[in-house]
Each structure stands twice: as structure tokens, then as C-alpha cells.
């Protein structure tokens, strides 16, 4: 052979790279899949908070309607501003899942890919 390696030794170092290569598969597709159910949990627990927030709105709202002047305006205002939390909790709980949670729920795909592939 003219680079000086016999193919024992290159069969060796391409077993030896294939093994290596499974394990960062494996170990990529295990921390991936523990990230996302973390991130899973973590996106239901705010989903119940905004849930919650959804209560007191409804229950500053039941308030209102049973006052009246002043104290009825203001405890609507606080319910419209209660609302508008409420509201961008939504936004944010929908963010989380379309560029945190999905993307890292891909990979398993890309690690099956590469499992193949190998």
C-alpha cells in the first residue's frame, strides 16, 4: 500500500470512528429527548399559570358586574389589564413550543437519520 497502512489498521480506524460516532448519536439523542420533556413540562406549567390568570379574570369580571360607579370601571379596567397578561402568556406559551420545543422534538428524526446512515 502506498500511504503506508495496511487495511487491518484502516479497518480498525473506521470501526473505531463508526463507534464513536454512534455514541455521539446516542448521546445527543438522549440529553435532546431529556431537554425537550423538560421544556414540555416547563411549557404546561405556564399554560396552567395563564389557566389560573384566566380564573382571576373571570372572577375580577364576576365582581364588576355585581358593583356599580367607580368601583364596577375600575375592576373592569383591572380585568382588561388582567386579560392583556393573560393574553400575551398565550403568545409566549405559543412561542415556546414553535421554536423550542418542536425543533428539539426534530432531532429525533435526525438522530434515527444518522443512526440509519451508519
Do not use: W
Request: some cysteine; proline content about 1%.
Amino acid at each position: 500500500m502506498a500511504s503506508g497502512v495496511s487495511a487491518e489498521e484502516l479497518k480498525l480506524q473506521l470501526v473505531s470512528e463508526e463507534r464513536y460516532l454512534e455514541d455521539r448519536v446516542n448521546h445527543v439523542e438522549r440529553h435532546v429527548a431529556a431537554l425537550a420533556l423538560d421544556l414540555g413540562a416547563l411549557v404546561r406549567k405556564m399554560a396552567r399559570l395563564r389557566d389560573k390568570g384566566d380564573k382571576i379574570v373571570s372572577s375580577v369580571r364576576d365582581f364588576a358586574s355585581a358593583e356599580a360607579g367607580t368601583m364596577r370601571k375600575s375592576l373592569e379596567g383591572l380585568g382588561e389589564c388582567l386579560s392583556a397578561v393573560e393574553n400575551s402568556q398565550q403568545l409566549q406559551i405559543d412561542r415556546m413550543e414553535a421554536k423550542v420545543v418542536k425543533p428539539l422534538l426534530e432531532y429525533e428524526g435526525v438522530c434515527k437519520k444518522a443512526k440509519v446512515s451508519l
